[in-house]
């Protein structure tokens, strides 16, 4: 299961040049600021682990509540970023980012294997998709199965970290995260179509993703 009933969630490329630097700057110094925001309750960055699965990066943070991801202490961290920040996300490309509401979170545990996908969505059909997710965590070497509905007027919010920058993309309405122990139980799920039959709506982006890095807890000085 996830570690909170909310989710900041962020697709990413990075520029070929600032490479090493994100690396650098990601895990030494923006993932333990984040994590150190009170309510945030671990971080964990995935790599695309096939040429199809764009943006080539995915950051998952959890976080206690939905009022922590619309909080003054993590508005003010977006506000006043550190110079590393500044610069590298200025480097960053075709970014998704989506504060979210978590609908379902079910298994028993982190797997080093991810598969999201991101989808459009009514009210309506979420009963639906809930079921669905849940079946999929049933799965063989599945470990968790989760279901987030996407805060539209909170993702979309321009803060100093991101004001001027062209790389933003339109948040998703929905997304879905199975986790599994490898990456071969992820590609069995063929989830589009009973998506669909959910009433879930396209296009559906599709991202098979290795775990990098894991960062829980912990305090920060910057």
Excluded at 7 to 22: G, L, S, Y
Excluded at 85 to 104: E, I, W
Excluded at 120 to 131: K, M, Y
């Amino acid at each position: 299961m996830l570690a909170g009933e909310a989710v900041v969630a962020i697709w990413n490329d990075i520029a070929p040049e600032t490479r090493d630097q994100f690396y650098d700057w990601h895990i030494n110094e923006h993932m333990p600021e984040r994590v150190g925001i009170p309510g945030f309750r671990r971080g964990r960055r995935f790599i695309a682990m096939d040429a199809g699965t764009q943006p080539e990066f995915f950051t998952l943070y959890e976080l206690d509540t939905m009022e922590v991801a619309k909080g003054v202490d993590y508005a003010n961290r977006l506000n006043d970023p550190t110079p590393a920040t500044a610069h590298v996300t200025a480097q960053f490309r075709n970014t998704f980012r989506a504060l979210s509401r978590v609908l379902v979170s079910h298994g028993p545990g982190a797997g080093g294997a991810m598969l999201t996908i991101r989808f459009g969505c009514d009210a309506q059909h979420i009963p639906g998709l809930r079921a669905l997710v849940r079946a999929a965590g049933q799965a063989a070497r599945v470990t968790g199965a989760h279901f987030c509905q996407g805060d539209a007027a909170a993702s979309s919010v321009r803060t100093t970290e991101t004001r001027g920058r062209t790389d933003i993309q339109t948040p998703p309405d929905c997304f879905i995260m199975i986790e599994a122990t490898d990456a071969a139980a992820l590609e069995q799920l063929m989830l589009d179509r009973a998506m669909t039959g959910a009433g879930a709506t396209g296009p559906f982006e599709r991202g098979l993703y290795r775990l990098e890095y894991t960062r829980t807890k912990t305090g920060f000085a910057p």
